[in-house]
């Protein structure tokens, strides 16, 4: 994709204040919804030059050898980010550092304006003492400023804090674009934010917590047509779903315990089944309904190779962005759940019960897979998936239930099948012939400007 657009986001505000798990949280959203999108973190360039586990007077104001390693690591960042804007040809570019007084943020909104790239600020604010003390344990836990092997205590942070309080100045600069976040989301400062794309970026923001959270999510028990290796359709579930229904409600206990939950699921049989003897309240998404298989609706895959040969082929080629002739791409999907990630992340205690597509779209939302990975995730059956995002990385843990099932998985490559000990095996090779098409996968799934109004005027 080729665009002029091209938006820096800096990052603003004190240590411990969730900066880099936002950074990460915009970068994965973006890289999901096919906008390429790069970071580009200070700390990184700093530790290069000064290495891990500098002790809190580094980041003393008054050490001006410190200060001098500290923009000098800024500078090459800022350089590389621009060259990336340039050479790549990127659209978005995260700026994580603190950025914490005017005359920094003046430096860097000079040298991105002169080369015409647009600057939007997002500063994190955070005075409650309970959040604050979880996002100190974080760091001391997970930042890479620090040797895992080395014991660092939350006052090294602190004190680390402290001095970069001594020189913090907040936004106040009128002519920037900016968001201030305070407090993990409960309150919103915009100012002068201009153009779609900008305005997309504010809008997931404001839907951001930045609290910690965890999130499950369970494919429906297996179905009639698991079993008979059919897609789509709107089957119930075999004998052994209903058993994993059954078990449902204790493994949840078991697992997640007596966290008061909400549950969604699809509009289709097979989820609505899976959920009905979990005692918590229950909500339909219609948006969380399997992938549209178009044409090939009910079909197995060995009447899909007899009648339309050429998919597999086709498909296998880009799995992603092959769309059903009459249904959806993997690329469609994603699309169309954006707004349940979008109210995902402004709730908890969240369990999803959907299908196998779906959940891998949402699935590499929370872990950063890219449009390649994405179509082969492993969601198994009779699986409930626990998710725990962090600034760096997200945390996967399954929990299973003691009740077979088959597994769906295909691999790449992977013609007509047959099962055989609950596993499906390639059956034989495949002719030509298509059903289906591939959409252009250099655009974004979701678009960078809004789209053109016909002129009906005659």
Known sequence: MTSNLRIACVMVGLPARGKTYIAYKVSRYLRWLGIKTQIFSVGNYRRKLAGLNLPHSFFDTQNAEALHIRHEAASHALADMIKWFTVE???????????STIKSRAWIYSELSKNDIEVLFIESICDDEDLLLSNINDVTESSPDYDPTVDIGPQEVLKRIRHYESAYETISEEDYTYIKLINAGSQYIINMIRGYLESRIVYYLMNLHTRPKTIWFSRHGESLFNLDDKIGGDSGLSPRGMQYALK????????????????????????????????????????????????????????????????????????????????????????????????????????????????????????????????????????????KPKAFTCEEKLYKVDVGAVDTFRPKGQRARVLTDDKFVTKSESTAGASGEVVDGSQPILPITPRPIANTKQ
């Open 89 to 99: 040809n990127g659209t978005v570019a995260i700026f994580d550092a603190t950025n």
């Open 248 to 387: 449902l409600p204790e493994l949840v206990a078991k697992n997640i315990g007596d966290r008061p939950l909400t549950v969604w699921t699809s509009t289709m049989t097979r989820t609505i089944q899976t959920a009905q003897y979990l005692p918590f309240p229950k909500k339909q998404w219609k948006a969380l309904d399997e992938l549209d298989t178009g044409v090939c609706d009910g079909m197995t895959y060995t009447e899909i190779e007899q009648k339309y040969p050429d998919d597999f082929a086709r498909r296998d080629d880009d799995k992603f962005n092959y769309r059903y002739r009459g249904g959806e791409s993997y690329r469609d999907l994603v699309l169309r759940l954006e707004p349940v990630i979008m109210d995902l992340e402004r709730h908890e205690n969240i369990l999803i019960i959907s299908h196998q597509a779906t959940i891998r779209c949402m699935y590499a939302y929370f872990m950063g897979l890219s449009h390649e990975e994405l179509p082969y995730a492993r969601i198994p059956l009779h699986t409930i998936i626990e998710l």
